[in-house]
């Protein structure tokens, strides 16, 4: 542990991006600690990419503060590049080399890479390492973006929609692959539209709507605080389907079982999943 | 939390340390630059056997003695094909591939790494030189088994064909590097390009010779690069008879290098002005 150990890894204060009349990025706040796999959770269009893309230090911004790993990403040096691992959201790589000469080619920039065949073993391309780039799958091609971020042992990862156009089965691979690096101590933000993606691999998570952070902190903590309604359903005598909001189902349950005198018939009592409290935070909750 | 978590001034020098240099890294994306344009094949078609087919079709058509020159018809377009050849592996090839590079966001993912820009247009010089060379030797030995060019003997004429090789491929790369700034996307690259290109091929000297081109037409060739390779390797090429069909009855070799220089310094100051990482819906 050194005396730079409790700095934020990523420190964003009050940022702002505008594109002509649309405010992207209408004054976020983010405080990503080192070592930790942060979520950044939101729609399409919710400000994602941008921010991401400023704290890459690819994009300009209006107003605010940003440190990414010390540093100003808008002036970032060569060596605070080698430090910051990059996954775009659209990748695109050079189709006619092969997986293990890209991936040896791209650990030359770097002060300090990565072995590159223990890179590809770690992404699960070893059987591809020889095949060409325009060879591989969607996946396989995602995989290779990873490698390519990796590759210079970033102490921050920076990925974009990683798994969008996944398949299940896919996407759980890839989740394997984060949570290794996670463990191996590498800092991650990941932002992504898909919430059982964010539950399943972020210590903590920030959902962000219109250009806004309308909630942070850990995904159960975000549903306690965001979900303390309870939904209470059941079916009246004359098979009308119920449904009661409530802070206190207990009391509901205790007044309906004196009502019917012991069993209610088709009794559900449910709390808010996460996928709730996150369509009621972006405003797209499903009226009912 | 371990010990490669630490940030701070102190790992942020030492990593700065021990960055590889761009000289390097220029030589080893010279080499993968290489070894994708060798595995593309319709490019290596594109760029490279282009000038073969017209040195062939045009040489061997227009056969002719040329009035008063000492030269036939085929021996003009041995130079002018070169000269086009130079053009095709430079300009065209550098303004197609980077354009298409930028739309597919390969640029952007290299800015995204600590690879100092240098490294990348290193790169690419060396990938224009090598084409650039090999094109040059294919069309030499066309154009002295097929059709009576000699090869110069002196050790000056041969300094003189490597300068004029050297300042024109360098100014039609950053040319090339410029143009490809143009295109809004990958798929209008090669029209954007090519358009250009062919017409000053048309109003340089290299499908029409100089005596039969409109003064004025000429004049706007002499504007462009392309126009006084085409006469400096003439003068490298051909026999001194040949000055007569000139614009000025002479190969004007200061003029040339004057010119070719002039585009160097031009063509570069138009790239750093002008080159960007992204596209522009990335901004």
Redesign the interface.
């Known amino acids: 542990?050194?005396a730079?150990?409790n700095?934020l890894?990523v420190d964003v204060r009050g940022l702002r991006k505008q594109?002509g009349d649309v405010t992207a990025v209408d004054g976020i706040d983010l405080g990503i600690r080192?070592?930790e796999v942060f979520g950044l959770l939101g729609p399409n269009g919710a400000g994602k990419s941008t921010t991401v893309e400023i704290l890459?230090?690819?994009?300009s911004r209006d107003a605010g503060e940003v440190s990414v790993?010390?540093?100003d990403p808008a002036t970032g040096?060569?060596?605070?590049?080698?430090?910051v691992g990059?996954v775009?959201q659209?990748?695109?790589?050079?189709a006619?080399?092969t997986v293990r000469?890209t991936v040896r080619?791209?650990a030359?920039?770097?002060?300090?890479p990565r072995d590159p065949e223990e890179v590809i073993g770690l992404v699960g391309l070893e059987e591809k390492a020889g095949s060409?780039i325009k060879a591989l799958s969607g996946g396989q091609r995602r995989r290779l973006d990873v490698a390519?971020g990796v590759i210079?042992?970033p102490?921050l990862l920076l990925l974009d929609e990683p798994t969008t156009g996944f398949d299940p089965a896919a996407r759980r691979q890839f989740w394997q692959l984060i949570r290794k690096l996670a463990d191996e101590?590498t800092?991650i933000l990941l932002t992504t539209h898909y919430l059982e993606e964010a539950e399943a691999l972020a210590h903590r998570l920030a959902v962000i709507a219109k250009g806004q952070v309308v909630a942070q902190g850990e995904p159960a903590a975000l549903r306690d605080r965001h979900g303390d309604e309870a939904t209470v359903e059941w079916t009246e005598s004359d098979g009308t389907p119920r449904r009661e909001r409530t802070d206190t189902p207990t009391r509901t349950v205790t007044e309906l079982t004196r009502r019917f005198d012991g069993e209610i018939p088709g009794l559900r009592v449910s709390r808010p999943t996460l996928e709730d409290v996150y369509l009621r935070l972006t405003g797209q909750e499903d009226p009912r | 939390?371990?010990?490669?978590?630490?940030?701070?001034?102190a790992?942020?020098?030492r990593?700065?340390?021990?960055?590889?240099g761009a000289w390097g890294?220029g030589l080893?994306r010279g080499a993968?630059e290489i070894?994708?344009f060798f595995?593309?094949r319709e490019q290596v078609v594109f760029t490279f056997a282009f000038p073969v087919v017209f040195l062939f079709l045009f040489a061997s058509i227009f056969s002719d003695d040329v009035q008063d020159a000492g030269i036939t018809a085929s021996q003009l377009y041995v130079p002018a094909m070169m000269a086009a050849g130079i053009m095709s592996t430079s300009f065209q090839s550098l303004g197609i591939s980077i354009a298409i590079e930028r739309d597919?966001?390969?640029l952007?993912?290299l800015?995204?790494?600590?690879?100092?820009p240098a490294s990348y247009f290193l790169g690419k010089i060396w990938l224009v030189l090598v084409t650039g060379l090999l094109e040059t030797v294919v069309l030499l030995l066309v154009g002295t088994t097929l059709y009576d060019v000699d090869l110069p003997t002196d050790a000056g004429t041969w300094l003189r064909f490597a300068w004029i090789f050297v300042l024109g491929l360098t100014a039609c790369a950053l040319l090339g590097i410029a143009i490809s700034s143009v295109p809004k996307s990958g798929k209008s690259a090669t029209s954007v390009v090519v358009l250009p290109f062919l017409v000053l091929q048309f109003i340089s000297g290299v499908y029409i010779a100089i005596d039969t081109i409109p003064d004025w037409m000429l004049n706007i060739g002499a504007l462009f690069p392309l126009k006084w390779m085409c006469q400096g390797l003439r003068g490298v090429f051909l026999p001194e008879s040949a000055q007569i069909l000139e614009q000025t009855g002479s190969w004007e070799f200061g003029r040339i290098a004057l010119v070719l220089g002039a585009w160097c310094v031009g063509g570069l100051l138009l790239c750093l002005l002008t080159f960007r990482w992204?596209n522009r819906r990335d901004?």
């Open positions: 542990m050194t730079h150990a700095e890894a594109y080192q070592g890459q230090g690819n994009r790993l010390g540093s040096t060569r060596a605070w590049r080698s430090r990059i775009w659209d990748e695109s790589a050079p006619e080399l000469e080619h791209f030359r920039y770097y002060p300090r060409r390519l210079g042992g102490e101590g800092t | 939390m371990t010990m490669t978590t630490t940030t701070g001034p790992t942020e020098a990593a700065a340390q021990r960055l590889p890294l080893q993968l070894k994708q595995r593309q597919e966001r390969v952007r993912r800015r995204g790494t600590p690879m100092p992204k901004g």
